[in-house]
């Protein structure tokens, strides 16, 4: 199955794809998922939460593959990105945000050709972009996650993620797989399940609040975020008996390691997230937190779609192409695993 038959088999309008690194491959991705847009004759919107599609990367001064972009594709853009365009725009409306590179803008291709994109600066922002691609008729959009920002697969963002992993994710491929199993687990976190605490959570997470709910009912802590606060906020909780703890902001390393100096809290905790991007935790406390019996479950789940997978390395080693997708498709099955400079289909387990 190719990557836009599972998109459009999930049900999902708009879809992320997001690289855990820098040259993981998420250009191609993007670039595949467009030309079988093309050859389906599905009409697409696309947007970028950073700057794409630029000939060399402005950081590492390599060379950079281009997003190429097909006639009647509608565009959410910076105004300073059109006069580089190779294909035809024609600008459809203005939305009033305002980034470094100029006003978004909504565009239609006139003709096909190479593209530079750099969308709106915030969530809500491409989320209103998202909603008027649709509106022009658009039956995807792909949001491209530019300069690894995570928080483009934001369930509140877009409907799916793909993920773009592969040998620029570590120094060797322990690392690469520990990296791409630990983002793995950490975008697929449970959803909340009680519909009452779901609904406490909810309002909570809209005020900004941090909250303990146990049998004995719901009890806010006099502290406005856990950052920088682990051991107050531990200073509150008690392990005489399960409890929720609702994390409106980040979830961190401190919070976690802090709670991991007092077992007995760990086995009762329910960590509450408004999301997975929420999470920011590294894989070795990750995985001491789940080993003493720690949960964290979250507001909005995210649904990932696929991993795509690049075993070459700009500036580091490069592996052997079919036996590297082999090794991440066995570590994150049942995630369909793409090679997508090999074929599109997914490597077979």
Same mark, same amino acid.
Request: glycine share 10%; hydrophobic share 45%.
């Given at each position: 199955? +190719?990557?836009?038959?599972?998109?459009?088999?999930?049900?999902?309008?708009?879809?992320?794809?997001?690289?855990?690194?820098?040259?993981?491959?998420?250009?191609?991705?993007?670039?595949?998922?467009?030309?079988?847009?093309?050859?389906?004759?599905?009409?697409?919107?696309?947007?970028?939460?950073?700057?794409?599609?630029?000939?060399?990367?402005?950081?590492?001064?390599?060379?950079?593959?281009?997003?190429?972009?097909?006639?009647?594709?509608?565009?959410?853009?910076?105004?300073?990105?059109?006069?580089?365009?190779?294909?035809?725009?024609?600008?459809?409306?203005?939305?009033?945000?305002?980034?470094?590179?100029?006003?978004?803008?909504?565009?239609?291709? +006139?003709?096909?050709?190479?593209?530079?994109?750099?969308?709106?600066?915030?969530?809500?922002?491409?989320?209103?972009?998202?909603?008027?691609?649709?509106?022009?008729?658009?039956?995807?959009?792909?949001?491209?996650?530019?300069?690894?920002?995570?928080?483009?697969?934001?369930?509140?963002?877009?409907?799916?993620?793909?993920?773009?992993?592969?040998?620029?994710?570590?120094?060797?491929? +322990?690392?690469?797989?520990?990296?791409?199993?630990?983002?793995?687990?950490?975008?697929?976190?449970?959803?909340?399940?009680?519909?009452?605490?779901?609904?406490?959570?909810?309002?909570?997470?809209?005020?900004?609040?941090?909250?303990?709910?146990?049998?004995?009912?719901?009890?806010?802590?006099?502290?406005?975020?856990?950052?920088?606060?682990?051991?107050?906020?531990?200073?509150?909780?008690?392990?005489?008996?399960?409890?929720?703890?609702?994390?409106?902001?980040?979830?961190?390393?401190?919070?976690?390691?802090?709670?991991?100096?007092?077992?007995?809290?760990?086995?009762?905790?329910?960590?509450?997230?408004?999301?997975?991007?929420?999470?920011?935790?590294?894989?070795?406390?990750?995985?001491?937190?789940?080993?003493?019996?720690?949960?964290?479950?979250?507001?909005?789940?995210?649904?990932?779609?696929?991993?795509?997978?690049?075993?070459?390395?700009?500036?580091?080693?490069?592996?052997?192409?079919?036996?590297?997708?082999?090794?991440?498709?066995?570590?994150?099955?049942?995630?369909?695993?793409?090679?997508?400079?090999?074929?599109?289909?997914?490597?077979?387990?």
């Amino acid at each position: 199955m +190719r990557l836009l038959e599972r998109i459009e088999q999930s049900g999902c309008k708009s879809v992320s794809v997001v690289g855990l690194a820098k040259n993981a491959g998420k250009t191609v991705a993007v670039n595949t998922i467009i030309r079988q847009c093309v050859e389906a004759g599905v009409t697409l919107g696309l947007s970028s939460l950073g700057y794409d599609g630029e000939k060399i990367d402005v950081l590492s001064r390599l060379a950079k593959p281009r997003i190429f972009v097909p006639e009647g594709t509608i565009l959410a853009t910076a105004a300073d990105t059109l006069p580089r365009a190779a294909a035809g725009l024609e600008i459809l409306a203005t939305t009033n945000y305002i980034t470094a590179l100029g006003e978004v803008m909504l565009v239609r291709a +006139r003709e096909s050709g190479h593209v530079e994109v750099a969308g709106p600066d915030s969530l809500a922002e491409m989320r209103h972009c998202i909603a008027a691609m649709q509106g022009l008729g658009c039956r995807l959009v792909l949001v491209d996650g530019a300069l690894d920002r995570i928080g483009s697969a934001a369930p509140t963002i877009t409907d799916g993620t793909v993920l773009a992993t592969g040998a620029v994710a570590g120094g060797n491929m +322990r690392r690469i797989l520990i990296r791409s199993m630990h983002v793995k687990a950490i975008l697929s976190l449970p959803g909340v399940s009680d519909p009452a605490l779901r609904a406490t959570a909810g309002a909570a997470c809209q005020a900004g609040q941090l909250l303990v709910v146990d049998s004995a009912g719901v009890r806010q802590l006099p502290l406005i975020s856990a950052i920088g606060h682990a051991a107050a906020v531990i200073s509150h909780l008690s392990p005489a008996e399960p409890f929720s703890l609702v994390v409106p902001g980040a979830i961190t390393d401190s919070l976690l390691g802090e709670l991991l100096y007092h077992p007995r809290l760990v086995k009762q905790i329910r960590l509450v997230s408004p999301d997975p991007t929420h999470v920011f935790v590294g894989p070795e406390i990750w995985q001491k937190f789940l080993h003493f019996g720690g949960r964290v479950e979250v507001l909005k789940p995210i649904t990932i779609l696929a991993v795509t997978v690049n075993p070459t390395a700009p500036a580091g080693k490069s592996y052997a192409p079919r036996e590297f997708a082999l090794e991440l498709a066995r570590a994150l099955a049942p995630l369909p695993v793409y090679d997508l400079f090999l074929g599109e289909t997914a490597v077979p387990l």
